[in-house]
Every structure is written in C-alpha cells, then in structure tokens.
C-alpha cells in the first residue's frame, strides 16, 4: 500500500516562498514519476511539475521560472515555490505514477496554499 503525505502548506504574500514535501512509503518501483498537481476554487485540477526517477522535469507554463521540483533517493518530492501570486492559490496535491510492475496512480490528501496579502 503506496502512502503519500504532503507539508508544507500554508499562508503566504504575494512576492512570497514556500516549500512543499511529500514523502511516500510503501512498495515503490525504481520506475516512477513523482509530482504536484493542484486545484483551485471551480477549476480543474492541473498539472504543476513532474520529475522522473532519473531527475527529468517537467513544469506547467505558469510556474516555469519560479517553482522548482527535486526528489531525493527515498521517493521524497519537493516543490520550492518562489515568486508566488495569488493565482497560485490552491491545493496542491502529491501524485506518484508507478509503472511496475503494473501501471498505478496514487495521491496524498492535498495541503492548502493561499497566497494573499
């Protein structure tokens, strides 16, 4: 049974940083791509950033430049937000994308971030 639990979450201004953490456990494959979706207020839930386990990264248009995704050897992904603006308000959301030795999908409960003067 594959467990994400994501930190970090919170209050910010706007100009402002935060870093997410979301550990995982369980049985994890060496193949997999960790990442941060996220879902404001009436919206779909979209993409954020993906890394690979072999450090490829992958980032949604609107975040380039300002967050950045990193992931350590125990399946731990991080997500440094910098530069943040209110249309960044929404829970963000940890994902791990298995793929053996079948193909499975598995999410953390989501952490609020609010970015508000």
């Known amino acids: 049974q594959v467990q994400l639990v994501e930190s970090g979450g919170g209050l910010v201004q706007p100009g402002g940083s935060l870093r997410l953490s979301c550990a995982s456990s369980g049985s994890i494959s060496n193949i997999n791509v960790m990442g941060w979706y996220r879902q404001a207020p009436g919206k779909q839930r979209e993409l954020v950033a993906t890394i690979t386990s072999t450090g490829h990264t992958n980032y949604a248009d609107s975040v380039k430049g300002r967050f950045t995704i990193s992931r350590d050897n125990a399946n731990t992904v991080y997500l440094q937000m910098n530069s943040l603006k209110s249309e960044d308000t929404a829970v963000y959301y940890c994902?791990?994308?298995?793929?053996?030795?079948?193909?499975?999908?598995?999410w953390g409960q989501g952490t609020q971030i609010t970015v508000s003067s």
């Open positions: 994902n791990l994308k298995d793929y053996y030795p079948d193909r499975s999908d598995h």
